[in-house]
């Protein structure tokens, strides 16, 4: 509300007239005291990138065990796939009669999922759909394994219809599965030891509700096949069915319902030594093969074979591929293309997969064998279909470093190799795992380790303070023989220090070092051939496994820790690149450890430790020169707390660790503060989540806040996730960091001290076939109810009555909103009403006593003062004053003590005024003459204010 009166304004409008003495403005109050992020918030998920070359190499990890089979013009092939950080899967590939690959990257065909077992696959085509069968096996931290059979048709375009669950199997581990397409549904099988079981499905693919027992024995081989000959399933195993009876191979038909046709398996191999059948239908009949010790004694392997006519037992045996002098065959497979059958195997002594055509009368087709897959390192376990005019032969290829791919290689009906060299079905884009990131001054840098297409290297990328990348492609930090991964990475503040798992000394992967390189600001590495931080001597037996290299700064050198052989180690690797102060911090109780640094050195580790049974996290310090401070363990959990996966970081003040607490109560991740003479500030750990499938927490700090990430399973995928604290470890909830839901793993986090964020992550993409190195960036922000200063300290952009606002809101006390409790909000950062009857301002200077009524403000309209002595009031109320207009009344007007004179009430018979001074009414003073000179000035001033207000109200009205 406005007070100012006529007369001031007639004072302020003629300062030559009057000397005015009016009160001084109340001082404004002063200005809350804010400190700006003194809390941040991890912000949204914005800028997502990837880096690096998409083009196709070999799979990274393991694909083997190959299936194929044929819709007649073309082949899918399926196989078990570990490209997903080296869990299993089911993948496949189509391909067309004249070797087109329908699919450059392949597919997934059952869902990825961490901690599991998958087994071999079954394939079969039933007319119109593949039908792919597989058993997955579910590790569980407080159950055994479960098992289960899994299904999935893949039509000819390649679209997947996943079949109904399973029972659950009462077996310990997944098993490989054969199928066979009947009549009117499927019939899959596997081996588990002393006895075949199978499960039988309808033609929608639906399992039926138990398994069945199809043959038992008292030592059963894994493997065997299953083949409908037109009326029967025919199940082919091999091992010892009684006691003291043949180790060989026999067989046993089974109706469509699943009950036996023969009263007991028959002998396929007679009383020899013989395993790993195959069978394929050949005409009217179904021939099968094996291999056979019964030429050699069980020197070498031979491929033995046998026609099963339907409703009878075999009774001819034929060599189909001799394995004497020093050729012995294995692994044999087959397919028919209505004329001949293609028998392919795996040779011992030349690791190729080779093969020979068999007549339907079962005679070997002369020529000798035909050489099929022959790549650079081993073959084994071939698979064989036929379509399209052509047989499809695809095996497993053992890589020279570490791993397998799948090939594959056409022969034509004639018994010739059509393809020059095999194809390489199971591909993806150059995989990118286990990324981190560090910041010095200015700029970032991001490593991970990169698959070359034979083994893994070691590569990064730099961004700049505003997130952009500084290098146009990734370069390359280690690129030695073997396999580089798991890296880390520091800064000194200028300069960074990468460091790494390393195989090159050991291509067995036995023997694991840990090198480093020094990588500049301007991205030039100053160390191509590594450092070797921990290194042993070749000879070195048995060897010597080195783990989980993490690094850290310590305001003057770099640590660098490890763990070995149960034990977590530290060095110094001065700025030089020269390493001393080999310590050993304690016995672990896994291979994952935190460890942080101060500026000032003082280092910190934490581990779990096995004690007494239980695994709590025990912190361990050191001095500059890596002397420990604490000789016996300092826990940061309880001592019957079962930790591991511990990750640490240091705020500017204080140590901060995380780890996962794996007790079956309460199974979360925890967080807990320590200061730097180990004094644990957090008697109860935070809970940052209560999922029980995380991974490994990473912490940052930039001095404000602590920012943690790690990945969790969720609805079956892995989701990177993030979670920012403030220094009292009181945050908001966790932020999914990818943008769309996918199975992402090993995230990592890092802030600079301008705020500014790299979130990073790796996670599988589908269309690219391999796990890709992903990057959100942010800046951080204060988090609402924090106090601010500007609306550039808030991540929501609105700074309200001081605190950090989810809104633009009121603000202050002129309106019935607010944003802090202090401001009347019911909680700081939430925008509100005021509580009713607290005052406002409503902004009509012709209001008062105005109040907050729900969000709004109202007065009451005010009402015109009693006039003075000698005043005549207008009774309406001036809208841009708040005042009611006065003035004096005409003289003569009769007044209580005479009769007004000029304003004044004085005596009737008093006589003029003889010019004196005297106060007037208005707390100004007159001068000499000043009223006899500017009376007619002063009237005509007054009539001028007096019709302004006139038109005024007017307006207003």
């Given at each position: 509300m406005?007070?100012?009166?006529?007369?001031?304004?007639?004072?302020?409008?003629l300062?030559l007239?009057?000397?005015?003495?009016t009160p001084?403005?109340?001082?404004?109050?002063?200005?809350?005291?804010?400190t700006?992020?003194?809390?941040?918030?991890?912000?949204?998920?914005?800028d997502?990138?990837?880096?690096?070359?998409?083009t196709p190499l070999?799979s990274a990890?393991?694909?083997?065990?190959?299936a194929?089979?044929?819709?007649?013009?073309?082949?899918?092939?399926?196989?078990?796939?570990?490209?997903v950080?080296?869990?299993?899967?089911?993948?496949?590939?189509?391909m067309?009669?004249?070797?087109?690959?329908?699919?450059?990257?392949?597919f997934?065909i059952?869902?990825?999922v961490?901690n599991?077992?998958?087994?071999a696959?079954?394939?079969?085509?039933?007319?119109n759909?593949?039908?792919?069968?597989?058993?997955?096996?579910i590790d569980s931290?407080?159950?055994?394994v479960l098992?289960?059979?899994?299904?999935?048709?893949v039509?000819?375009?390649?679209?997947?219809?996943?079949?109904?669950?399973?029972?659950?199997?009462?077996?310990?581990?997944p098993?490989a599965?054969?199928v066979?397409?009947?009549?009117?549904?499927?019939?899959?099988a596997w081996?588990i030891?002393?006895?075949?079981?199978?499960l039988?499905?309808?033609?929608?693919?639906?399992?039926?509700a138990?398994?069945?027992?199809?043959?038992?024995?008292?030592?059963l081989?894994?493997?065997?096949?299953?083949?409908?000959d037109?009326t029967?399933?025919?199940?082919v195993?091999s091992?010892?069915?009684?006691?003291?009876?043949?180790?060989?191979?026999?067989?046993?038909?089974?109706n469509e319902?699943?009950?036996?046709?023969d009263?007991?398996?028959?002998?396929?191999?007679g009383?020899?030594?013989?395993?790993?059948?195959s069978?394929?239908?050949v005409?009217?009949?179904?021939?099968?093969?094996?291999?056979d010790?019964g030429s050699?004694g069980?020197?070498?392997?031979?491929?033995?074979g046998?026609?099963?006519t339907?409703g009878?037992?075999?009774v001819?045996?034929?060599?189909?591929?001799?394995?004497?002098?020093g050729?012995?065959?294995?692994?044999?497979?087959?397919?028919?293309?209505?004329?001949?059958?293609?028998?392919?195997?795996?040779?011992?002594?030349?690791?190729?997969?080779l093969?020979v055509r068999?007549?339907?009368a079962?005679s070997?087709v002369a020529?000798g064998?035909?050489?099929?897959?022959?790549?650079?390192g081993e073959?084994?376990?071939?698979?064989?279909?036929?379509?399209g005019?052509?047989?499809?032969?695809?095996?497993t290829r053992?890589?020279p470093d570490?791993?397998?791919?799948?090939?594959?290689a056409?022969?034509?009906p004639e018994?010739?190799?059509v393809?020059?060299?095999?194809?390489?079905l199971?591909?993806?884009?150059?995989?990118?795992?286990?990324?981190r990131?560090?910041?010095?001054r200015d700029?970032?840098?991001?490593?991970?380790?990169a698959w070359?297409g034979t083994?893994?290297d070691?590569h990064?990328?730099?961004?700049?303070?505003?997130?952009?990348p500084?290098?146009?492609?990734?370069?390359?930090?280690?690129?030695?023989?073997?396999?580089?991964?798991a890296?880390?990475v520091?800064?000194n503040?200028?300069?960074f220090?990468?460091?790494?798992?390393?195989?090159?000394?050991?291509?067995?992967?036995?023997r694991?070092?840990?090198?480093g390189?020094?990588?500049?600001?301007?991205?030039?590495?100053l160390?191509?051939?590594g450092i070797?931080?921990a290194?042993?001597a070749p000879a070195?037996?048995?060897p010597?496994?080195?783990?989980?290299p993490?690094?850290?700064?310590d305001?003057?050198?770099?640590?660098?820790g490890?763990?070995?052989?149960?034990e977590?180690?530290?060095?110094?690797?001065n700025?030089?690149?020269?390493?001393?102060?080999?310590?050993?911090?304690?016995?672990?109780?896994?291979?994952s450890?935190?460890l942080?640094?101060?500026?000032g050195?003082?280092?910190?580790?934490?581990?779990?430790?096995d004690?007494?049974?239980?695994?709590?996290?025990?912190?361990y310090?050191?001095?500059a020169y890596?002397t420990k401070?604490?000789?016996a363990?300092m826990?940061?959990?309880?001592?019957?707390d079962?930790?591991?996966l511990?990750?640490?970081?240091?705020?500017?003040?204080?140590?901060?660790a995380?780890?996962?607490?794996?007790?079956?109560?309460s199974p979360?991740?925890?967080a807990?503060r320590?200061t730097t003479?180990?004094?644990?500030?957090?008697?109860?750990?935070?809970?940052?989540?209560?999922?029980?499938?995380?991974?490994?927490?990473?912490?940052a700090?930039?001095?404000?806040?602590?920012?943690?990430t790690?990945?969790?399973?969720?609805?079956?995928?892995?989701?990177?996730?993030?979670r920012q604290f403030?220094?009292?470890?009181v945050?908001p909830?966790?932020?999914?960091l990818?943008?769309?839901p996918t199975?992402e793993?090993?995230?990592?986090i890092?802030?600079?001290?301008a705020?500014?964020?790299i979130?990073?992550?790796e996670?599988?993409?589908p269309g690219?076939?391999?796990?890709?190195?992903?990057a959100?960036t942010?800046?951080?922000?204060?988090?609402?109810?924090?106090a601010?200063?500007?609306?550039t300290?808030?991540?929501?952009g609105?700074?309200?009555?001081?605190v950090?606002?989810?809104?633009a809101c009121?603000g202050?006390?002129?309106?019935?909103?607010?944003c802090?409790m202090?401001?009347?909000a019911?909680?700081?950062?939430?925008c509100?009403?005021?509580?009713?009857?607290a005052?406002?301002?409503?902004?009509k200077?012709?209001t008062?006593?105005?109040?907050?009524?729900?969000?709004?403000?109202?007065?009451?309209?005010?009402?015109?003062?009693a006039?003075?002595?000698?005043?005549?009031?207008?009774?309406?109320?001036?809208?841009?004053?708040?005042?009611?207009p006065t003035?004096?009344?005409?003289?003569?007007?009769?007044?209580?003590?005479?009769?007004?004179?000029e304003?004044?009430?004085?005596?009737?018979?008093?006589?003029?005024?003889?010019g004196?001074s005297e106060?007037?009414?208005?707390?100004?003073?007159?001068?000499?003459?000043?009223a006899?000179?500017s009376?007619?000035?002063?009237l005509?001033?007054?009539?001028?204010?007096?019709?302004q207000a006139?038109?005024?109200r007017?307006?207003?009205?």
């Amino acid at each position: 509300m406005h007070t100012t009166s006529l007369l001031r304004r007639f004072c302020l409008v003629l300062p030559l007239l009057f000397s005015c003495s009016t009160p001084p403005p109340p001082e404004a109050p002063e200005a809350a005291k804010v400190t700006t992020r003194d809390a941040a918030r991890l912000v949204a998920p914005g800028d997502e990138r990837t880096f690096g070359a998409t083009t196709p190499l070999p799979s990274a990890f393991d694909q083997q065990l190959p299936a194929l089979s044929s819709d007649g013009t073309g082949f899918l092939a399926v196989w078990l796939d570990a490209r997903v950080h080296g869990t299993g899967n089911i993948r496949g590939v189509r391909m067309a009669a004249n070797g087109t690959l329908a699919d450059p990257v392949g597919f997934a065909i059952g869902e990825a999922v961490e901690n599991y077992r998958v087994a071999a696959p079954g394939i079969a085509w039933n007319g119109n759909e593949h039908l792919v069968v597989w058993q997955r096996g579910i590790d569980s931290q407080y159950t055994s394994v479960l098992v289960t059979v899994e299904s999935a048709f893949v039509s000819p375009s390649g679209a997947i219809r996943r079949s109904n669950s399973a029972p659950q199997l009462n077996i310990t581990q997944p098993r490989a599965m054969k199928v066979a397409v009947g009549a009117h549904g499927f019939l899959a099988a596997w081996s588990i030891g002393t006895r075949i079981n199978g499960l039988l499905f309808d033609e929608s693919g639906t399992p039926a509700a138990r398994s069945i027992e199809l043959v038992a024995g008292t030592s059963l081989g894994e493997d065997l096949t299953v083949i409908f000959d037109g009326t029967n399933y025919l199940v082919v195993g091999s091992g010892q069915l009684t006691a003291g009876g043949s180790l060989g191979i026999w067989a046993r038909r089974f109706n469509e319902s699943g009950a036996p046709v023969d009263a007991a398996p028959f002998s396929l191999s007679g009383n020899v030594l013989a395993v790993r059948p195959s069978a394929a239908r050949v005409g009217d009949n179904v021939l099968v093969a094996w291999e056979d010790s019964g030429s050699t004694g069980g020197a070498e392997w031979d491929i033995q074979g046998t026609l099963v006519t339907p409703g009878s037992t075999p009774v001819d045996r034929f060599l189909i591929a001799d394995g004497t002098a020093g050729h012995g065959k294995q692994q044999p497979a087959l397919a028919f293309d209505g004329t001949h059958a293609l028998v392919a195997w795996s040779e011992e002594a030349s690791k190729k997969v080779l093969a020979v055509r068999v007549t339907a009368a079962g005679s070997v087709v002369a020529g000798g064998p035909i050489t099929v897959l022959d790549p650079q390192g081993e073959t084994t376990e071939p698979s064989v279909a036929f379509g399209g005019g052509t047989f499809l032969v695809a095996g497993t290829r053992l890589l020279p470093d570490s791993g397998n791919d799948v090939v594959a290689a056409r022969v034509d009906p004639e018994g010739t190799r059509v393809d020059a060299a095999p194809v390489t079905l199971s591909v993806g884009a150059p995989a990118q795992v286990t990324p981190r990131v560090a910041w010095s001054r200015d700029r970032a840098l991001m490593v991970w380790s990169a698959w070359n297409g034979t083994a893994w290297d070691i590569h990064g990328v730099r961004l700049d303070a505003n997130l952009q990348p500084l290098d146009g492609t990734p370069f390359v930090i280690s690129g030695a023989d073997d396999n580089q991964d798991a890296p880390d990475v520091v800064s000194n503040g200028e300069d960074f220090l990468v460091v790494w798992r390393d195989d090159r000394n050991d291509d067995t992967g036995l023997r694991r070092d840990i090198y480093g390189a020094r990588v500049t600001a301007e991205g030039a590495v100053l160390d191509a051939q590594g450092i070797a931080i921990a290194a042993g001597a070749p000879a070195l037996s048995p060897p010597i496994s080195r783990q989980h290299p993490r690094a850290a700064f310590d305001g003057r050198n770099y640590v660098v820790g490890w763990w070995q052989d149960g034990e977590v180690k530290l060095v110094q690797v001065n700025p030089t690149g020269w390493v001393s102060g080999h310590v050993t911090v304690a016995k672990a109780a896994s291979t994952s450890f935190g460890l942080a640094c101060t500026p000032g050195g003082l280092c910190a580790t934490v581990l779990p430790m096995d004690s007494r049974g239980f695994h709590p996290l025990a912190l361990y310090r050191f001095d500059a020169y890596l002397t420990k401070l604490n000789a016996a363990p300092m826990f940061v959990s309880p001592l019957e707390d079962l930790t591991q996966l511990a990750g640490l970081t240091f705020d500017g003040t204080r140590f901060v660790a995380a780890w996962k607490s794996t007790k079956k109560t309460s199974p979360a991740l925890l967080a807990a503060r320590f200061t730097t003479a180990g004094t644990v500030l957090d008697g109860k750990p935070v809970e940052v989540s209560t999922e029980v499938d995380v991974r490994e927490p990473q912490l940052a700090s930039d001095g404000h806040a602590v920012f943690l990430t790690w990945t969790q399973r969720t609805v079956g995928s892995w989701r990177a996730m993030g979670r920012q604290f403030d220094t009292a470890l009181v945050g908001p909830p966790a932020v999914a960091l990818a943008k769309q839901p996918t199975d992402e793993r090993a995230s990592s986090i890092a802030v600079s001290a301008a705020g500014a964020v790299i979130a990073v992550w790796e996670q599988d993409e589908p269309g690219q076939g391999a796990m890709r190195v992903h990057a959100s960036t942010g800046r951080t922000r204060s988090v609402l109810g924090t106090a601010c200063g500007t609306a550039t300290d808030c991540g929501s952009g609105f700074c309200v009555d001081g605190v950090c606002c989810d809104s633009a809101c009121g603000g202050g006390t002129s309106d019935c909103n607010a944003c802090s409790m202090a401001a009347g909000a019911a909680a700081d950062g939430t925008c509100g009403p005021r509580a009713d009857t607290a005052t406002c301002d409503d902004g009509k200077a012709c209001t008062e006593k105005d109040v907050c009524g729900g969000a709004s403000c109202s007065g009451v309209p005010k009402t015109a003062p009693a006039p003075g002595p000698c005043q005549v009031i207008t009774p309406v109320c001036d809208p841009e004053t708040g005042d009611f207009p006065t003035t004096q009344a005409p003289d003569g007007t009769v007044c209580d003590t005479g009769e007004c004179r000029e304003g004044t009430c004085v005596p009737k018979n008093d006589p003029p005024d003889d010019g004196g001074s005297e106060e007037s009414g208005c707390g100004c003073s007159t001068g000499p003459g000043a009223a006899g000179t500017s009376f007619l000035l002063l009237l005509t001033l007054a009539g001028v204010l007096w019709r302004q207000a006139g038109h005024s109200r007017k307006r207003y009205e």
